[in-house]
Structures are given as C-alpha cells and as structure tokens.
C-alpha cells in the first residue's frame, strides 16, 4: 500500500515476524529519513508529518542544533554511570527547574520510567510524614505506561486485564467529576496522578475548575498533585508545559517523549519539598547519560530559540480552525478536540483505521486511536501553509 519499495518492505515484514514479538499492529511503510515536518520512505516519497513519532519530533525531526550536541558528546564521553558527576545531565537538570515550578530532577529512559519514579516518590513522601498513605487515585482512559505499576495506574481496563492481577494501589475515577474523585479519597491516599489532557485515551481536556478544586483538595490534606506531562509537555499544547494553560500547579510532573528529540529520555521533576529521595533509594544505569541529556538541553534550546511555544499555539489554534470547518461541511466529523499541535478529531462513524491508513497513501502521517479518533501530534514548527496542505488532503476524507 505504501511506497516503500516492495523488496525492502517484504524483508523487513519477514523478519519483524521471525524476530520481533508481536506487540505492534505496524502500518507497512520504511521510513529512513526525516527533516523538520518531513519523512521519507525508502522509495523517496515524501511524507507530511503531523504525528512527530507520537509526540516526540516536537522541534522536527533531526534538528540540526540537536544532532550537532549528540554528536559532540558522542565524540568525548557517551556513558559513565550515576556514580560520578556530568555536566550535561547538570545543565539538563538545572535548565528544567529554570522553566518549570520544580527544584529538583531524576532522570529515566521513558516515560513509564518517569511516572514509576513518581509513584515511588509519592509514596516515600508519605511514609517519611509518618503516613500509611499509598493508593494513588488516576482517571479512567487514562494512559500512565505499560510497566506493571504504571499499567496498574492506567485507567484502561482492556489494556490491564491480561495482565491481572496488578500491583495494588491505585483507583480510578471518571474524569472532570470532582464528586466521584473526592468519594475515593481516604486516609491511604497519597497522590492524585493525572494528564491535564488525555493523550492515548483519545484527547479528553481537563477542566480547568476540576483541577483547581483538586489543588485545593491535595492543599487541605497533604495529598501530592502529579501532572503526567509526558506527552503534553515541550509546548506540545501551546505552552511550555501544560499546567501552564490551566493555571494549576502540581507537586509532581513527569516528562519525556518531546524532551529527548526521539533519545530515550524520562524526567521526574519536584517541587523540594517533595524530591525527598536518599541516595540508594531510586536509581538508573542509563538515566540521565550525557549523550542522552546533551541532546534534550539542545532541544529545550531550540524550542526557546524559535519560538516553537507561540507556534504551537497560534498554528494549532489554525489547524484546529480549519478542522473545524470541515466539521460544520456535516460530514463524518462529530468533534474537533484539543490544545496548541495536540488535536484530535471524533468521527461520527468507525472509520478512522481507513482514514489514517487512506492520508498515509496521499503523503499525510497521523494515527488512529481507537476507530473513530484520529489525532494529530505535528511537529510544533508546523507552518500555516503546511496545515492548508494538509487540510486539502484530509477534506475529501471526511467530508
Ligand atoms: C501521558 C503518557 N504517559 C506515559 C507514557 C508512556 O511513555 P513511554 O512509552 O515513554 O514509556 C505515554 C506514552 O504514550 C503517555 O502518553
């Protein structure tokens, strides 16, 4: 279906059934090239991506700043363990408290990594104030990792159900409903852990009242506020961070995908009263290598340097315009939801598997979740030019 050539495509088929297991239900396309919103087959046909690797691409794909402090740091030191002291995980470090509410950083590989170290932290917060405190309240369609804990804390009772029993400690409410969550909170509670906007659940907001009561909540009974931002963070919604745009801010924020340009990077950050770790009592081999974190501080960089913050808001607030035009065409379009390059579209039939499938063949990169979502996570340099490219690719589509 794609344009990857026929040969290439079939070997790989081959071999990702011989040798891969079989976690991913893969689109049939060999991508072996990307620069800025662009991707290339190994057939030289030329792709428009507005899904960035899920996420991750956020200052476009092989930056040249980025590539040029990965390969530097190549050159003198790719790996020496936590044991000793690297500026670029320091820099990282200080960087992130300098644009964010935290004081202190850790770093992982991922982002189920991240939201593992912040349930832990959680946790040892409350032991050392002399609590029992464990459970961990998050939101039905949630989506926090795939590890056992951060699975457990994923509100997808088809994602976790082969893979019961889970680790106990976590309850799950519908989300926006303070009612519901408030019922839930006990004595053993020890943090409320939640997306300001739902990625992998299908781009659901939180309201913002919700989660100013929440704060309010988490104040009154010492119970710690952990934002995932692993997929809204790094101006993916138009602000730095999320909780930026709600005016709501957690004690705990997780970070990742957009933060390493596609290097495996996961960042818990706290406020210092909460980053209450001793040595000894959380740790990584890889986290926090220099290579990794000489290409995440180039990325912040970037993303400063060009301004990609505003971008992502003005053109998001543009592609989510121009969608919903298409919406009032009353065509298969039943809602246009999102914020700044985080979008997605509801269809009002199941069709979104075909659709996604039907833009891949014309040049267009986005995906599915589900069958009647799909989303759009653009690189944030997008231009308003490329989302009236993309527009008329899509229109026929839906309307
Ligand atoms: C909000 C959120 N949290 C956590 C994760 C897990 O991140 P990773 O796949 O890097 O472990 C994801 C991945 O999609 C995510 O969107």
């Known amino acids: 279906m794609s344009s990857s050539t026929t040969t290439d495509l079939d070997e790989l088929i081959q071999l990702d059934s011989t040798y891969h297991m079989s976690t991913y239900s893969r689109i049939p396309v060999n991508f072996v090239k990307g620069r800025g919103t662009r991707l290339w087959d190994s057939s030289g046909k030329v792709y428009l991506d507005l899904l960035s690797g ?13 590539v040029r402090a990965i390969k530097n740091q190549l050159d003198s030191l790719i790996h020496v363990s936590n044991l000793f002291y690297t500026k670029p995980q320091l820099d990282l470090a200080k960087k992130i408290t300098e644009i964010s509410f935290g004081d202190a950083c850790f770093f992982g590989n991922s982002g189920a990594e991240a939201n593992e170290g912040a349930i832990k932290l959680a946790r040892r917060y409350a032991k050392l104030k002399g609590k029992n405190a464990f459970e961990i ?72 009242s919700y989660l100013r009561e929440i704060r309010t909540i988490c104040d009154e009974k010492d119970i710690l506020l952990i934002f995932d931002e692993v997929q809204t963070g790094m101006g993916r919604t138009g602000h730095m961070f999320a909780y930026e745009g709600v005016g709501v801010v957690p004690d705990i924020m997780t970070l990742a995908k ?49 301004g990609l913050v505003e971008n992502s808001r003005q053109v998001g607030l543009y592609l989510k315009t121009r969608l919903e035009e298409l919406k009032n065409k009353e065509g298969l379009i039943k809602e246009v ?35 009647n979502i799909i989303r759009f996570l653009p690189p944030l340099c997008l231009t308003e030019d490329e989302v009236d490219e993309a527009i008329s690719v899509i229109e026929p589509f839906v309307v």
């Open 54 to 66: 899920i996420g991750v691409a956020n200052v476009g794909h092989c930056h040249p700043k980025v």
């Open 337 to 371: 939801r999102g914020r700044g390059l985080m979008l997605a579209v509801e269809l009002k039939e199941e069709k979104a598997k075909d659709i996604v499938i039907g833009l891949l063949k014309e040049g267009i990169v986005v995906n599915n979740i589900g069958n």
């Open 258 to 306: 957009g933060i390493g340009s596609g290097l495996p990077i996961g960042v818990l950050v706290a406020s210092k009263k909460v980053a209450v770790f001793k040595p000894g009592e959380h740790g990584s081999t890889f986290g926090g290598g220099p290579v990794v974190c000489a290409g995440a501080l180039a990325t912040i960089g970037v993303i400063e340097e060009e």
């Open 137 to 208: 309240i998050t939101a039905f369609r949630s989506f926090h990792g795939r590890t056992m804990k951060t699975l457990a804390a994923t509100g997808q009772p088809e994602k976790q159900k082969p893979f019961e029993p889970l680790p106990p400690g976590f309850k799950h409410v519908p989300l926006n409903n303070i009612d519901a969550l408030k019922k839930e909170i006990n004595e053993k509670t020890c943090a409320i852990m939640l997306e300001v906007i739902q990625g992998e659940g299908g781009v659901y907001l939180c309201d913002e």
